[in-house]
């Protein structure tokens, strides 16, 4: 019975490369949300998707960013030319489709640190 | 515009005490609210919640009273235990929004021995 995962849980990246997020969400859930944690503040949502699709960017920065949620295997969020500014806590949660809104259950998170 | 604020970013409490913890919105479409708890290096985990046709909640040493009037919340934690020690985020989801949490600031508890 896992829960949601996430990897990887560290990511260092120079300014400049790629990085890529994975989120396999629990069994069961086709619903992922992103949100991200700067530091000493709270998650803010970034992107919410269903397999397949993207339902909801509208907390996705508009360059460099982008997520896929693809029928096969686990979401990715992917940035691209990253910048320190990027430097922070992403975390994946996940939900069954009906749900009201506490059964959001959210993975480690992987920390990206952008030198 | 931060739709659900923390004001207090710490709170230290002795061990057996009570915890309050505040929460504040602004949005009047709100019609949930959850509290997550957050240990370093780890994801939130749900705590409770409480819907907005309630005014309280309780679930052992964790009660969440909601006032819709002043639109506050508040988490009680009776008696505080040290591995009650982290960091509380309230959130409230937006319906027209998929179900996306909005999430306050956290305020972080440090529960004495």
């Known amino acids: 019975n896992a829960g949601v995962m996430q990897n990887p849980r560290h990511l260092v990246r120079r300014r400049g490369q790629e990085a890529r997020l994975r989120c396999s969400p629990m069994?069961?859930?086709?619903?992922v949300y992103w949100y991200r944690q700067l530091p000493e503040e709270g998650l803010k949502f970034m992107v919410y998707?269903?397999?397949?699709?993207?339902?909801?960017e509208s907390g996705m920065p508009k360059e460099r960013f982008s997520a896929e949620f693809p029928k096969e295997g686990p979401s990715i969020l992917r940035i691209q030319q990253v910048v320190r500014g990027d430097s922070a806590a992403y975390f994946c949660?996940?939900?069954?489709?009906?749900?009201?809104?506490?059964?959001?259950?959210f993975g480690p998170g992987t920390r990206l640190t952008v030198t | 515009d931060q739709q659900v604020k923390q004001n207090s970013p710490s709170l230290s409490v002795q061990e057996g005490r009570i915890s309050i913890l505040n929460c504040d919105y602004t949005?009047?479409?709100?019609?949930?609210f959850l509290w997550y708890k957050k240990y370093p290096a780890e994801g939130p985990t749900f705590l409770i919640s409480?819907?907005?046709?309630?005014d309280k909640n309780e679930d052992g040493r964790f009660t969440v009273f909601l006032n819709k009037s002043a639109k506050h919340l508040s988490l009680h934690i009776v008696p505080s235990q040290p591995g009650d020690s982290a960091v509380y985020f309230c959130?409230?989801?937006?319906?027209?929004?998929?179900?996306?949490?909005?999430f306050g600031g956290g305020t972080r508890l440090m529960v004495k021995p």
């Open positions: 998707l269903q397999k397949e699709n993207i339902i909801d």
């Open positions: 949005n009047s479409m709100f019609d949930y």
């Open positions: 069994k069961g859930h086709s619903h």
């Open positions: 409480i819907s907005s046709i309630k």
């Open positions: 959130a409230a989801p937006r319906r027209d929004a998929g179900n996306m949490l909005t």
């Open positions: 949660a996940s939900s069954r489709p009906g749900t009201g809104g506490h059964e959001q259950y």
